[in-house]
């Protein structure tokens, strides 16, 4: 049964150069009008993921459905629907950028106007490829990815090169393309980018995902790092709790990881004569580190 609730839907995709196992088992599914993350290092096999949503390159077994449709025998007509940033963009360094941007838009059959996004961009669409910035050379990327109003934008790293300002400048972009009902899905080794954009993310680790998560319920688990300063000295045993590790110790200071509730650590710190007490969430960064690991 197709399923045309989701813009993509991967179902146990698989994935191996020669010998070397790339992507195993992968699934994950996005609804429409989502900014999905896909988060993990490089060499997790994100890239490779993408190559095969867009067919450029296909899975040993599993399948990609895009808009209820296959990836792969409906490829050409999901093409005209997505708008794509690769990793490493390929340019035609002996042309302008609106010769590219008019060469894109003929393939499309719509028009080659887009002033709001190079005006936001501050892209000079008159030099030639070869004499522009790696930043600028990305710009280019991103607009290009626009052309024709596609309902479904891939990125595999979409900012790298750019400068804050447009970094930033793309955030309330994507953000506007969601308000319109369009699909993000977005690939990218950078937290804080995620954290910014991303409502729901998937992390994959080794070609296999190890979590599917909403960002909400990532930030709601429950863990604490508290530093407590005391008047008198308190052994280290006295933190053998279930759920906490003592990070740093000292007679009289204590760096603790609390995992759950704190109530058991609160009772025992009432039990002391208590000087000074921080408690922080662990950051989000933390418990990606985690999940990596």
Request: hydrophobic share 40%; glycine share 6%.
């Amino acid at each position: 049964m197709k399923n045309t609730k989701s813009a993509i839907q991967i179902k146990q995709l698989n994935k191996a150069f020669g010998k070397k196992p790339i992507l195993k088992s992968v699934s994950l599914t996005v609804p429409k009008g989502e900014i999905f993350g896909f988060l993990g290092p490089n060499g997790a096999g994100k890239t490779t993921t993408i190559r095969c949503m867009m067919d450029f390159i296909r899975g040993d077994s599993g399948s990609i459905r895009m808009f209820g449709l296959d990836s792969q025998d409906a490829s050409l007509q999901l093409k005209s629907r997505i708008g794509y940033v690769p990793s490493d963009n390929h340019l035609n360094e002996k042309w302008t950028g609106a010769e590219h941007i008019s060469f894109i838009a003929s393939l499309r059959k719509v028009s080659t106007e887009m002033p709001d996004i190079i005006r936001r961009l501050n892209f000079d669409v008159v030099s030639k490829v070869k004499h522009l910035s790696s930043g600028n050379k990305q710009k280019l990327s991103i607009i290009l990815a626009l052309i024709g109003d596609p309902e479904l934008l891939i990125l595999d790293e979409p900012t790298q090169g750019l400068d804050p300002l447009f970094q930033n400048e793309i955030y309330d972009i994507l953000h506007g393309l969601q308000n319109q009902g369009k699909t993000v899905f977005i690939s990218s080794h950078n937290l804080a980018e995620v954290q910014k954009l991303c409502s729901r993310v998937a992390i994959i680790r080794e070609g296999k995902i190890v979590a599917e998560e909403a960002l909400d319920s990532l930030r709601e688990i429950s863990t604490h790092q508290v530093m407590v300063r005391f008047n008198k000295s308190v052994p280290e045993s006295a933190f053998d709790l279930k759920g906490v590790t003592v990070i740093e110790y000292k007679p009289k200071e204590v760096t603790l990881k609390v995992h759950g509730e704190l109530d058991s650590i609160i009772k025992l710190l009432a039990q002391y004569s208590v000087l000074d007490l921080q408690v922080e969430h662990v950051s989000l960064e933390e418990i990606f580190m985690e999940l990596y690991q």
